[in-house]
């Protein structure tokens, strides 16, 4: 399995945090996208005529859309992570797979923008990431309430690691998420799973580092909570 | 702010390979500027289309704003056969550009921002080393500065204690020094170009002259930005925006003697566009 792969890249970063929390091998390609636009190069259009990265090759298939990568890893991997329980929890991943487009065409948009002179009107994409933020935030927080945390159910599922780069970076793209304390709260719980890797950008929790003596078991603390308790 | 002596120095303002025959629009110091092919040669101009000094030279395009003081610096390793030259390409910050060559400066940091590649805990210890300002070429210098280091090159295997030396050979240029691992004899050559847009608003060109005949100019090119890049949230944070010139505001350690020679040498020289002068 070969990925061509940017390391400042979030839609490549997905690709790679899933391959890690699944223990999946996976050779990486490097793609000089900044400055060398090498993915607009023969070679690669070639291989993925959008002009976009990340693209998965294993054996003759080729994948070209970083959610369908999520799927195909979990389906070989681990298929729990494919969120399938019920009808609807399958209905609820697909539509965080869709949303996470509109947080790559707006929140890393805004990124591409500050960071790497992309194009683009600032504004209106800061406009139009926030928007989607606040729709995140208002899910998890309803989540929450139901004494869960991922998208989609009791677990994480493909759904919460394709719309985490985005929200993860959006303070790259000036759009800062003190605001959205339970989207805060989702990405630790991510950054706690077992096999995370970090991105620049996006930091290990240090914190969760062993430490002499007793520490408290945040997610113990989590799923012995009450929900009935905040009625 | 005025933007005092800084006005006749020079920065880089693009790639010589990036530069178009449409030309780019950017802003230097505050002032409008723009970086097109003239004839198939790059050239710059500023407000009301006019043209400024280009130099071009280590992959980028250089200008300058006043009337230079000085000739652009000398990286003599640039033209050492057997170097690899690396264009990095830009990147963004929100930040003063003083404080991007601060942070470039800065050793302390590498365990804690560039976790188990420029350093890890608990080899946080940053040991006493020279600073100083020579007075024949006007340059903050720092040597016999020594880190150890997991992976402290794209060619690097294994930790080792890397030597380093610093040097500021414009306000907005660094170029580091440090152990080549592959050719332990020589140095490799890092160097921070860093182009003011404003006082709190920068691109960041940073460029390397290596030792390293195995990576591929790709993974050369992405090592250093990622290393960049796990800085740049950091950069964007600080507060004050402005780096601060004068003592009080920032309580600097002995590890931090680079940081002080510099803004010493900033103060002096006048170069304050993106510094803070009020004493707290």
Known sequence: ???????????????????????AEMTSRPVDFHPGRE??????????????????????????????????????????????????????????????????????????????????????LRRAATLALRELEAAISAQRRRGMIFLAGPRPTIADI????????????????????????WMREIRALDGFIEMPGIHRLHELKPEPGPMPDIRQTRTTRDPKQNA | MSVGAMKDQWYPVGLISGVTEEGRDSLLLGEPIRIFLDGGTPAVTGEGERPLPVELRYGHVWTCPGTPTRPLFDIPEADQLGRRLVDVGVCRVRC???????????????????????????????TRYEVG???????????????????????AEGGITTDYMYRVCAPTCSVLYKTSPPMPGEWDVIALFVQPLTETLCDVWPWM????????????????????????SVLENQLPALLPLDPGMEIPTRADLTSVAYRRWLKRNGFTYGAQLVAA
């Open chain 1, 1 to 23: 399995m070969i990925l061509y792969d940017y390391i400042l890249s979030p839609s490549c970063y997905r690709v790679r945090l899933m391959a890690a929390l699944l223990g």
């Open chain 1, 39 to 124: 993915h607009l190069s023969p070679e690669m259009l070639a291989l993925n005529p959008a002009g976009t990265i990340p693209v998965l090759t294993d054996g003759s298939l080729t994948l070209r859309d970083s959610t369908a990568m999520l799927s195909y890893l979990a389906a070989g991997h681990d298929p729990e992570w494919l969120g399938e329980d019920t009808p609807a929890m399958r209905a609820t991943v697909a539509q965080w797979l869709a949303f996470s487009q509109r947080l790559t065409s707006s929140a890393g948009a805004a990124r591409a923008h500050d960071m790497l002179h992309g194009p683009g009107d600032i504004d209106v």
């Open chain 1, 162 to 185: 394709a719309c985490f780069p985005h929200v993860a970076l959006a303070p790259d793209g000036g759009l800062p998420l003190d605001p959205y304390p339970s989207i805060r709260l």
């Open chain 2, 96 to 126: 003063s550009p003083l404080r991007a060559v601060e942070n470039f400066l800065d050793i302390a940091h590498f365990p804690f921002v560039h976790t188990d590649i420029l350093g890890s805990e608990p080899h946080t210890e940053v």
């Open chain 2, 133 to 155: 300002i020579r007075e024949d070429v006007d340059e903050v210098w720092a040597t016999k500065v020594q880190f150890f280091q997991p992976q402290a090159a794209k060619s």
């Open chain 2, 209 to 232: 002259a290596l030792y390293d005949d195995d990576a591929s100019m790709t993974d050369l090119i992405h090592f250093q930005q990622l290393i960049f890049v796990q800085d740049r």
